[in-house]
């Protein structure tokens, strides 16, 4: 189980994430949703490392990874795909994959890794010698889950995983992160649209001013009047 505990994240003196506190287990997919700038991308941030929380815990598989650098955890199978995706442009498609698997220790497994990605996304074969740069939007996305994966993570934690994309490849999507939950990897996303959330997740924590103030099933969300108002913002 990946936990995060009473996570205290300021910056600048003002308080981005107050006593959060979430967990997924290996092989569930679970959605934080908020408005934009409720914290949802500072959340993965701390998870990863990037930011330095002023207090709170992340805890992996028993071990308290609170201390470690961004690299370690990352070696230690805390997979993540950015909000803004961060492809290396003038490396193809292949390349990124490969600089992942190279950077994470990973590149004995390079073959297997190949496979596990080709088998979750077989789109990505026609362009795997595309460079970065030249990809769509959609394409784009995959290939940062994608190369996500060539990290071998035990948890991956995908910042706006559905967020622009056309409604049938949100469907392809969905059946790809159904995928990867299938080989046990926990999941955590974080969208700002509920509906696509709700239709994706098994469980869901909603963020408001960096505060969890919800956290329940898909129905319990939709069901919950007050929630739901102050997602819309109205
Ligand atoms: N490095 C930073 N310096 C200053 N403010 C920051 C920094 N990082 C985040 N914030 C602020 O923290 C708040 C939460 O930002 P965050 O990016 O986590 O929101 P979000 O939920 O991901 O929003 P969106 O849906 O727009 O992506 C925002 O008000 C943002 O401006
Ligand atoms: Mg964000």
Redesign the pocket.
């Known amino acids: 189980m990946l936990k995060v505990e009473n996570l205290y994240l300021r910056i600048s003196n003002t308080d981005i994430l107050r006593n959060l506190s979430i967990k997924v287990e290996k092989g569930e997919i679970v959605a934080i949703v908020g408005r934009n700038g409720a914290g949802?991308?500072s959340t993965f941030k701390s998870i990863v490392g990037i930011y330095k929380p002023a207090g709170g815990k992340i805890i992996m598989d028993d071990q308290d990874i609170t201390g470690l650098p961004t690299h370690l955890r990352v070696r230690n199978g805390i997979g993540y795909v950015p909000?803004d995706m961060r492809i290396f442009p003038w490396l193809t498609a292949r390349e990124n994959i490969h600089l992942a698997a190279y950077l994470s220790r990973n590149l004995d497994r390079y073959e297997e890794i190949m496979e596990i990605i080709l088998t979750i996304f077989p789109e990505i074969k026609q362009f795997l010698d595309r460079e970065g740069f030249y990809l769509s939007g959609g394409e784009k996305k995959m290939l940062a889950i994608a190369r996500s994966l060539a990290t071998l993570p035990k948890y991956l934690l995908i910042?706006?995983a559905l967020e622009g994309l056309a409604p049938i490849v949100v469907e392809r999507f969905r059946d790809a992160i159904k995928m990867i939950k299938e080989r046990g990897i926990g999941i955590v996303i974080?969208e700002s649209n509920v509906l696509l959330a709700t239709k994706t997740a098994e469980r869901l924590y909603v963020l408001e001013r960096g505060e969890i103030i919800f956290e329940g099933s898909s129905e319990q969300l939709l069901s919950n009047p007050e929630v739901m108002k102050i997602l819309r913002g109205t």
């Open positions: 949802k991308s909000e910042d706006e974080a």
